[in-house]
């Protein structure tokens, strides 16, 4: 099944040749919007006076699922979609790491759960680049479509477990650096001081 819908989609890329830039481009680069989002989640709980914990965590949760899926890649060891499968269209660069689950994923999935804590609406919208960037990383032959799934999987688990656990020392941080000179930062002026969420 895995096999046979990556295959489905290599067919859709040798059929959509006006595609291959922007996937590829997105696929390679996209990790620049995860990182604009990330900063307009810290800009929106600020504005807000709300959700800065899970803004200041969704970064650091980010980080701590992309570090963790490091050992299951290589525990796994599967093998890329081009060193096994002959045939298929390949747009992606070349790599000797192994692909489940995909660290690309990984990072979007926790981005995008992290987000969700701090805002519905940008969470969603975090949730669509998220899976614009699985379909992209199999689209250019990068990854199975289901190193796609377990990386946002694994990335969403980290980031809403690690808050589970994390929220209530940050909100405590938060509350002492908001009497410091880094006040502007965590609230706008005039704002609420930093809340939970």
Known sequence: MNTRLFLEINDLTRATPWLHAPMVGYAKYGVVLFAVLLLAGWWIARRAGDGMPAAVWAPVGMLLAVAGNQPVVSAVHEPRPYTTLSGILVLADRSPDPSFPSDHATMAGAVAAGLLLVSWR?????????????????????????????????????TLLGYLIARRPITAGLAVLDHTRLQPLLRAPGGTAAAGR
Do not use: E, N, Q, T
């Not at 919208?125 to 990386?151: Q, T």
């Open 122 to 158: 940008l969470g969603l919208l975090a949730v669509a680049a998220a899976a614009v960037m699985g379909f992209a990383r199999v689209y250019i032959g990068a990854h199975y479509p289901a190193d796609v799934l377990a990386g946002f999987a694994v990335g969403a688990a980290v």
